[in-house]
């Protein structure tokens, strides 16, 4: 597209005229062509003459007949803007305002009809190209005959001709300055692409070309407003019928309007009679008509195919926009009609897949919910059971227990009748003792005294023969063994082996394990089909990617900032 250096390339040379060559002032300034001050130059793009301060600019020209690669040649300030925006890519095209690519549309002669956005229409310009990335021959031709701007007065502009006009006894009369042509209230002021003056000073500037100036300009603004007023109708008229034909085809036929005239009384400031009643009356319709609504999915999902394709471009891409799906390089109506089956189909496929899904979780939910009820009916027969045995248990302590309270009572009861009986018998046989205990006693009394007369005579020869205690320290060695033992304390069980819990897997590793799987990061249920432009993050699902907008307008993921609803892009898989 542009060259090496960012200089334009263009075509060729230029077709030799005759006109041009006998040219004697440059095409932009007037001045006159002479050999000491002003030489003329060529443009190599429009093939006229120009001064050198005009044909100041550069670009590439190919080389002729076997010598290969480019050389540097001069155009005019007329064709530099146009080579710039021809050697222009997409990203410099879009930073020209929408005026300016149509005006150069206009001067090439490059057909756009029926193209509204600026995109579409930088589409065209590039689709006009030739490989080599300059415009065919025609369009060129076409600039050079019709589009390059004439000179602005018949007479050059030299010293000469200036001192001549300066000191000329017959000068013109002042002309009255045309008065401009008013324009209706209901239109927006234009702006004029009058070629603004390069007289080094205006204000010694002759009045003859200073009337001639301000006569041309206000032609040329006439002009260009009847021309633009004449396009805007155009349009509008084509609108207008375009609308009316899609209303009469799929929507019912709006009530008719209303053609009552407005009160007398309202002053019509500035408004033809003609042009006011051709306005009045579309625009009478259009609010009578609105347009129709955007159809959701649901109604394209009961919508046949043939209704799909009566569907208004518009609306189209409307839908392929509300559902994320990118169109807007698609001109044909065909391939708006397809995206949108496209998607249809997916959704209905997602929708099948969807109930087929819940299906399945209904009839697992179902099994996992009898085996629920068959545990529990399990566990509390369970539990009836072992109350009934706690209960006979309990029934049995309890017998075991007024037995045992029986045999004690019938044991004491038992006991006291034998203990009394043998009081009564002590009781009679104690008479009887007593006077033999008596006897007994006075014997025992003399037995003790020659006892006590034996013991006296023994301790005397055990203190005459004393002998040393044994040693004890023949056992201490034994007890402290034993008192260790018992001080000891028991040798602890082994310590099991502590396992340290492996770590969790964190979000972002979640996260991206379940990107592989194909589902949504958000929800985790629904197949993930948006993608992220800025990131190129498939992890969202369409009803996830609305809560994201609504919320934080950021990825899940990286958190990358979302910054409008375009960067989020409908992937259909296969």
Not at 197 to 225: G, I, K, N, V
Not at 405 to 419: D, L
């Amino acid at each position: 597209m542009s060259s090496a250096g960012g200089l334009p390339l263009l075509s060729g040379p230029p077709p030799s005229d005759a006109t041009a060559a006998g040219e004697q002032s440059c095409r932009k300034c007037d001045k006159e062509f002479n050999i000491i001050f002003t030489r003329s130059r060529k443009c190599m793009h429009c093939g006229y003459l120009y001064c050198h301060s005009c044909t100041d600019f550069q670009a590439l020209m190919p080389r002729g007949g076997a010598e290969t690669g480019y050389e540097v040649v001069n155009v005019c300030a007329f064709c530099i803007d146009n080579l710039t925006i021809t050697a222009g890519g997409k990203g410099h095209l879009r930073m020209q305002s929408l005026a300016r690519l149509k005006s150069y549309a206009n001067a090439y002669n490059i057909n756009f009809n029926g193209v509204l956005e600026k995109d579409d229409l930088i589409d065209v310009l590039i689709a006009a190209r030739r490989p080599n990335g300059c415009l065919p021959p025609g369009n060129e031709e076409f600039y050079r005959k019709n589009s390059v701007p004439n000179r602005r007065s018949s007479r050059p502009r030299g010293v000469f001709t200036r001192a001549m006009d300066a000191m000329g006894p017959d000068r013109p009369p002042r002309q009255p300055q045309p008065q401009p042509q008013p324009q209706p209230a209901y239109q927006p002021r234009q702006r004029t692409t009058s070629v603004p003056s390069t007289f080094p000073r205006p204000d010694l500037e002759p009045e003859r070309l200073r009337q001639q100036r301000l006569q041309r300009e206000a032609e040329q603004a006439r002009q260009q407003q009847q021309q633009q007023q004449r396009q805007r109708q155009q349009q509008r008229q084509r609108e207008q019928e375009q609308r009316q034909r899609q209303q009469q085809q799929h929507w019912a036929p709006p009530p008719p309007p209303n053609h009552s005239r407005p009160p007398s009384g309202t002053p019509h400031l500035n408004v033809p009679g003609g042009a006011a009643g051709a306005r009045t009356r579309p625009r009478a319709s259009s609010t009578h008509a609105p347009a129709p609504p955007v159809p959701s999915l649901d109604e394209l999902l009961r919508m046949s195919e043939e209704e799909i394709a009566h569907l208004s471009i518009g609306t189209l891409k409307a839908v392929l926009f509300q559902n994320h799906v990118n169109a807007r390089l698609v001109v044909e109506k065909e391939e708006l009609v397809g995206k949108v089956r496209t998607l249809v189909e997916a959704e209905r496929g997602e929708r099948t897949r969807r109930t087929e899904l819940e299906e399945a979780e209904r009839i697992i939910y179902a099994e996992i919910e009898r085996q629920r009820l068959v545990e529990e009916a399990e566990r509390r027969e369970r539990e009836a059971r072992e109350r009934i045995r706690r209960e006979m248990e309990e029934r049995e302590r309890e017998r075991e227990r007024r037995e045992r309270i029986e045999r004690e009572r019938r044991e004491s009861e038992e006991m006291a009748r034998v203990q009394q009986e043998r009081e009564n018998l002590a009781g009679e046989a104690g008479q009887e003792v007593s006077a033999e205990r008596e006897a007994d006693a006075a014997t025992l009394m003399d037995d003790d005294a020659s006892e006590m007369q034996v013991n006296t005579e023994s301790d005397t020869t055990a203190r005459a023969s004393e002998t040393q205690p044994a040693s004890p320290h023949i056992a201490e060695p034994a007890a402290e063994d034993a008192m260790e033992t018992q001080a000891k304390p028991p040798t602890p069980p082994p310590k099991p082996a502590s396992t340290a819990p492996s770590p969790g897997l964190s979000y972002n590793n979640m996260a991206s394990r379940l990107e592989r799987n194909g589902l949504c990061v958000i929800c985790q249920d629904e197949e993930a089909n948006i993608a992220i432009v800025d990131c190129g993050h498939l992890c969202l699902c369409r009803p996830c990617s609305d809560l994201i907008m609504k919320s934080s307008k950021e990825c899940p993921l990286c958190r990358t900032r979302i910054v409008t609803e375009q960067r989020l892009l409908r992937i259909f898989k296969t």
